[in-house]
């Protein structure tokens, strides 16, 4: 979970527009934090309404701070902020609680684990060894855990020419399928880079909602 902090992902803010005063959730000023106190972000009923756009719903901190303000929050804070989350939105009935978190290992990822039982984590990583060696930090800790590992996700695994369909591997060739390999895990999909997911994220569609999927959108699906 990156520093602001989001269920379902942290790029979907993107790709479920909402009106500017529904986005910050009736809280137009950035809640004042300090180490000794924690400000609830939750102070009526409609703040604890997730979004909901093409059958998702969605939470994240930067429904509650104005637009282009950074959140540098310590352990604690971060750790709060996903206790209220877990805690306190009105999620209803749920098929499944999808946790974005960031490389590595950080704060937000022991809390979550100490917080609520989990199913399990998938780790997304690109095809280079630069990426591959945070996931491989990451596969440790869940581990440590006891965290269970569905599998590997390989994103960016190769560039879709929008002209032709050729696949270019601009990242490299298999990185995620060595690691999944070696650690003895299901290998999920290779998600490719397509120009239709940066327009669909500007357009605030899905890749995966959009009227003709592409390469990327059938590559999640089949994943799923």
């Known amino acids: ?55 998702v719903k969605l939470i994240s901190i930067q429904f509650f701070v104005p637009e282009g303000q950074p ?5 604690p804070l971060i750790g709060g902020a996903i206790q209220q989350f ?15 978190l960031p490389p590595g290992t950080s704060d937000a990822q022991l809390t979550l684990a100490q917080a609520v039982p989990l199913a399990g984590a998938v780790l997304v990583t690109t095809p280079q060894d630069v990426a591959l060696s945070d996931v491989a930090k990451a596969l440790a800790m869940f581990r440590r855990m006891n ?16 002209h032709c369909g050729e696949l270019t591997e601009i990242f490299g060739r298999g990185g ?8 003895g895990l299901d290998m999920l999909g290779r998600v490719p880079l397509e120009i239709s997911v940066r327009q669909g994220g500007d357009a605030g569609i899905p890749v995966v909602a959009q009227r003709e999927p592409g390469p990327a959108a059938l590559a999640l699906k089949d994943g799923a």
């Open 147 to 162: 965290v269970p590992i569905l599998g590997v996700v390989e994103n960016m695994s190769s560039f879709a020419c929008p």
């Open 71 to 75: 959140i540098v929050w310590r352990g």
């Open 86 to 100: 877990l805690r306190d939105v009105e999620w209803g009935e749920l098929d499944y609680l999808v946790v974005d």
């Open 1 to 55: 979970m990156p520093a602001d902090d989001e269920l379902v992902a942290a790029h979907l803010p993107a790709f479920q527009p909402v009106e500017k005063a529904h986005a910050k959730k009736a809280c137009p000023e950035l809640p004042r934090l300090s180490d000794q106190r924690w400000y609830r972000m939750f102070d009526n009923a409609a703040d604890r309404q997730p979004i909901e756009r093409h059958g």
């Open 176 to 183: 995620a399928e060595r690691l999944a390999k070696d650690e």
